[in-house]
């Protein structure tokens, strides 16, 4: 079985703070990990995934993610927020024998000028 | 690349009528496609999975007779809302993963469609 908890509905920031969105998961077996952004009204864009190979990832819009397998976390991080980052944002799981992704609950992040 | 469409974006209709959603992977060929529900600041609820040339796999508690889903080819699958009623009001997504498409397990998603049953 595999399940996400994403840490925190809302998370705000002021603009050009640091931005750190939580995600923990579980799974049975070695995780591929991911992070999705949603805009309002829209589908779902891919920051980053983790499969496997560096735990270090880094993704798009200057998003990274570290891969932390003692501590079942996959935590997104961006060092300076923009007004543009404001969004909701997925963590999800899938792995080797999963046709399907584990979404968690999202986090909405809010940026103020 | 990697980019899916769905059609269309808005949808109206009536409550008792049924309305099709179009999901498309534009330049990649999708072996299995995803259909999820999203309420209103919620997360996103998967409804089912369908593999081309074969039947749909619905998850648990989603009526398959209501929700009809076909996935004729490789590029194409779509869900048919039937006998709609207010409470299938909802923001419905698809998503698609196939071959050529990087490693293989992630999924890209569609713009999604609003459906609204009046």
């Known amino acids: 079985a595999q399940s996400v908890t994403q840490l925190g509905s809302h998370v705000s920031v002021s603009e050009g703070a640091l931005v750190l969105l939580r995600c923990n998961y579980s799974s049975s077996v070695p995780p591929y990990l991911f992070w999705y952004v949603q805009y309002p009204n829209q589908g779902l864009q891919l920051l980053l995934k983790?499969?496997?190979?560096?735990?270090l990832v880094k993704g798009i819009n200057g998003f990274e993610a570290e891969f932390k397998k003692s501590e079942t976390s996959f935590h997104l991080t961006k060092p300076s927020a923009h007004m543009s980052d404001a969004a909701e944002y997925f963590c999800?799981?899938?792995?080797?024998?999963?046709?399907?992704?584990?979404f968690g609950k999202g986090t909405m992040l809010l940026v103020s000028p | 690349g990697a980019v899916v469409s769905q059609h269309p974006s808005w949808v109206i209709c009536k409550s008792g009528t049924s309305v099709k959603i179009e999901c498309r992977s534009l330049d990649f060929q999708a072996t299995t496609m995803f259909w999820y529900r999203q309420f209103p600041k919620q997360s996103l609820m998967l409804m089912a999975t369908s593999n081309e040339g074969s039947k749909a796999t619905y998850e648990q508690g989603v009526e398959k007779d209501k929700f009809l889903i076909n996935h004729a080819s490789l590029t194409l699958s779509t869900l048919t809302v039937t006998s709609a009623h207010p409470e299938d009001s909802s923001f419905y997504i698809c998503?698609?993963?196939?071959?050529?498409?990087?490693?293989?397990?992630?999924?890209?998603f569609g713009p999604g469609t609003r459906l609204t049953v009046t």
């Open positions: 983790y499969t496997s190979a560096a735990t």
């Open positions: 999800a799981v899938t792995g080797r024998g999963y046709s399907t992704l584990t």
């Open positions: 998503s698609a993963r196939g071959v050529g498409t990087g490693a293989g397990y992630e999924q890209y």
